[in-house]
């Protein structure tokens, strides 16, 4: 194995994660330590490692080697270092595959240690903001509610909360501080009130939409026709033209004058008064319709 994928170069390991021949050597994942070892030894017999085992194995293979050093942290750094210096070894498509096991399951090793790392670093609060506490770890609603604030969105707020509730609920409690609430109970009391201002912010949002008129959708047409060449148009669809023996379009004049002020503005982007529409609709004021050459006569283009 060592012959067929031969180290290229090295990687500056600061310790060894390579062990003593005893009763629980484990032969699938540990490194014999020997006398004197090289870096050079070191780094092959881990690439010999991780080219021999089944991929299920890779995840287990590194959260091994991590628990046997100091910085486990440190150690990750620099096996993927090796990966990367010797990359060229990964060639074909089943060590590609090998390749992408490995750099996935580096990354989610590296997000849980320095997750741990944030956690052992993080001052703990005074009592009096401590609702419980378990053998892993202290509840307090008091951190959790400044976290949440730090939160964007509703969503994530109660994703953060609900997770914290259930961690509650699984963890054995040795300490319970009388003094504050439960934590699960504050945990529900906060979601309770994000999603009620959730709700009534919507509501109010769709209030003030159904307030507003179509006008405030849509931007109305400007027509560069006279106002009355505009209306004389559909006075001809609704009077003058037929189809089939019917009107082409079939409309009362007060839905004409709507259809009209709603989607039209004049020449100059000016509202359409809808007393000024009427009263050119209006059969006894002919004169109000456009005369002659005026005259947009739709029969020449239907």
């Not at 956690?119 to 419980?132: L, R, T």
């Not at 033209?241 to 982007?269: H, M, W």
Request: hydrophobic residues 35%; aromatic residues 10%; proline residues 4%.
């Amino acid at each position: 194995m060592s012959e067929k994928y031969q180290l290229k170069e090295t990687a500056p390991f600061v310790q060894f994660s390579s062990v003593k021949v005893t009763d629980a050597f484990n032969d699938l994942f540990d490194i014999e330590a020997i006398p004197k070892q090289s870096l050079e030894d070191y780094c092959q017999q881990i690439l010999n490692k991780i080219f021999s085992l089944p991929l299920k194995n890779i995840p287990a293979f590194i959260a091994h080697h991590c628990n046997l050093v100091k910085k486990p942290l440190l150690w990750l750094n620099k096996f993927e270092k090796l990966i990367e210096l010797n990359i060229e070894l990964f060639s074909g498509t089943r060590n590609q595959s090998r390749l992408l096991k490995i750099y996935t399951c580096l990354e989610t090793k590296r997000e849980k240690l320095e997750s741990q790392d944030i956690d052992e670093n993080k001052i703990k609060p005074a009592k009096k903001y401590i609702n419980a506490e378990s053998e892993e770890r202290y509840f307090s609603f008091y951190e959790v509610q400044k976290e949440v604030d730090r939160i964007s969105t509703d969503r994530e707020k109660i994703l953060f909360l609900t997770r914290e509730k259930f961690a509650y609920e699984r963890a054995i409690i040795t300490v319970q501080y009388l003094q504050l609430p439960l934590f699960p109970k504050e945990c529900d009391k906060l979601i309770n009130e994000i999603e009620t201002l959730a709700k009534l912010q919507e509501e109010e949002k769709s209030t003030e939409l159904s307030g507003k008129s179509t006008v405030d959708f849509f931007k109305k047409v400007k027509t560069n026709l006279k106002v009355n060449q505009l209306v004389d148009i559909f006075i001809q669809l609704q009077r003058e033209y037929f189809v089939d023996s019917r009107p082409a379009i079939e409309a009362e004049n007060s839905e004409i004058v709507q259809l009209i002020c709603n989607n039209f503005t004049d020449k100059d982007g000016n509202s359409i008064s809808p007393q000024t529409v009427k009263t050119i609709m209006m059969p006894s004021k002919p004169e109000k319709r456009p005369k002659g050459s005026n005259i947009v006569d739709i029969s020449k283009h239907l």
